[in-house]
């Protein structure tokens, strides 16, 4: 392996009101974002996110989440050229053995293979330590031909949770990859007719007979007694 990505390494600081930060410093002899490197675009961002300048040219880009004025988490985006076509699994073992270790009280969880924007990918989530704070950290691992994207974000390890979706909708919503074709909008439903009610036929009501009056016999006229 080329000393590109073998050279990786990282450390924590602190930056104005942000109480946590985490530097990949990727030691290539090139700028910031290489001439070689497909450009990913970042689309408009969602609520509470904003772009920072970044810190160090390794960072491709730099952005920060806050609520109400406070920095909870950040998303710092990395490129990378590669010696060869790596699968996103073995670029994360590369990392993992020349550039994880470097983070202070770093502590493996978990990867999941997933499948992102029709790539493979792979989601890598750790612990570390800015001396400070515990914190919890979630890196997206792709390679595209011989270069690879990092998207790594972190926030405390008490915010993780709440914030862990953000991350999420970050990577499939806001970043697009080259060569990604535009979402079709979602056609509006065409509302059905609303039937009309049917409407029960009556059923006839046949009239009642009327009864023939029953005849009141005339009484007979009282005849007058005789008289004596």
């Excluded at 924007?117 to 612990?127: L, Q, S, T």
């Excluded at 800015?130 to 390890?157: C, H, I, P, S, W």
């Excluded at 806001?174 to 409407?199: A, H, I, K, S």
Aim: proline share 14%; charged share 25%; aromatic share 10%.
């Amino acid at each position: 392996m080329r000393n590109s990505y073998r050279s990786l390494a990282s450390r924590a600081f602190r930056l104005g009101a942000l109480v946590f930060t985490v530097l990949f410093l990727l030691l290539l002899p090139t700028a910031n974002h290489p001439a070689w490197a497909v450009e990913i675009e970042i689309g408009e961002l969602p609520p509470g996110w904003m772009e920072k300048e970044p810190i160090n040219e390794a960072i491709d880009r730099y952005f920060v989440y806050q609520e109400k004025a406070t920095v909870l988490a950040e998303l710092l985006t990395l490129v990378e050229e590669l010696p060869k076509s790596l699968t996103p699994e073995e670029y994360l073992d590369a990392l993992k053995k020349n550039s994880m270790p470097s983070f202070s009280a770093y502590s493996a969880l978990e990867d999941e293979a997933v499948e992102l924007h029709g790539r493979d990918a792979v989601i890598h989530r750790f612990h570390f330590s800015n001396g400070q704070n515990r914190l919890k950290a979630e890196m997206y691992v792709f390679v595209e031909e011989e270069t690879g994207y990092v998207f790594l974000f972190d926030t405390t390890d008490d915010w993780f949770r709440k914030l862990q979706p953000k991350f999420l909708g970050f990577v499939t919503d806001v970043v697009q990859f080259p060569g990604e074709p535009e979402p079709e909008p979602t056609p509006e439903p065409t509302p059905e007719p609303t039937p009309e009610p049917v409407r029960p036929t009556p059923t006839p009501v046949k009239p009642e007979p009327t009864p023939e009056p029953t005849p009141v016999p005339t009484p007979e006229p009282v005849k007058p007694e005789p008289t004596p």
